[in-house]
């Protein structure tokens, strides 16, 4: 498998424009994980899905911040509009039947720069 | 609630020397433990993973880890640091339907 696929790689923006992370999961996984990673907060969960429903979104910092899964093997977490506080470093992950036990396989991550 | 405490945001050590990454972990029962490496620029990625039965664990590159319930923790070590091993190291626990990270911990290692 080629693991848990991310795009782009890097995004640069400037304040006010939408932006759209896109993630593939691993086959058959069925859970998938957003993160955000930056140096002040270090590692945060922003929202999980379980078979394709939204679970948690707690972590979600607010409403400008929207995910989706319309399917099994696609998920976009869309940021309209963005700010500069929203760059950072955004991981998808994915595991196989259950979200605490199982392995959390990560994608590459998405640098997001918004000017 | 469940929490995980990596102590030691940065640590150093000279290639060859053993290395220690500590965390500890807070449950009413014993969780699965996880130890993820990011090298820089990529993901997380499994290092070692307990579950149940034997409490020391071996992972990969060396690595390995003890679960202690007396001590509730699950420190990481390697006898001989390698340059390669520079990377940062998080601590993960078993929570309801998604892993519980700890702050990570950065690790140097010094020619």
């Known amino acids: 498998d080629a693991g848990v696929i991310q795009s782009p790689r890097h995004e640069v923006t400037e304040m006010g424009q939408e932006v759209t992370l896109r993630c593939k999961p691993i086959s058959g996984h069925d859970y998938l994980f957003w993160y955000r990673q930056t140096m002040m907060r270090g590692l945060e969960l922003l929202i999980y899905f379980n078979n394709n429903v939204p679970i948690d979104d707690s972590g979600m910092p607010e409403d400008r911040f929207s995910a989706k899964m319309p399917n099994a093997s696609f998920s976009t977490l869309k940021i309209q509009p963005s700010e500069p506080r929203d760059s950072a470093v955004y991981f998808c992950a994915s595991s196989l039947w259950t979200g605490g036990t199982d392995t959390q396989y990560f994608g590459p991550g998405t640098r997001l720069t918004v000017l | ?111």
């Open chain 2, 1 to 111: 609630a469940q929490s995980v405490t990596q102590l030691g945001s940065h640590v150093s050590v000279s290639e060859g020397a053993l290395v220690l990454l500590r965390c500890n972990y807070s449950s009413s029962v014993p969780p699965y433990l996880f130890w993820y490496v990011q090298y820089p620029n990529q993901g997380l990625q499994l290092l070692l993973k307990y579950t149940t039965g034997a409490t020391l664990v071996k992972g990969i590159n060396g690595f390995e880890a003890e679960f202690k319930k007396s001590e509730t923790s699950f420190h990481l070590t390697k006898p001989s640091a390698h340059m390669s091993d520079a990377a940062e190291y998080f601590c993960a626990s078993s929570g309801p339907d998604k892993l519980i990270f700890g702050t990570g911990t950065r690790l140097q290692v010094f020619p």
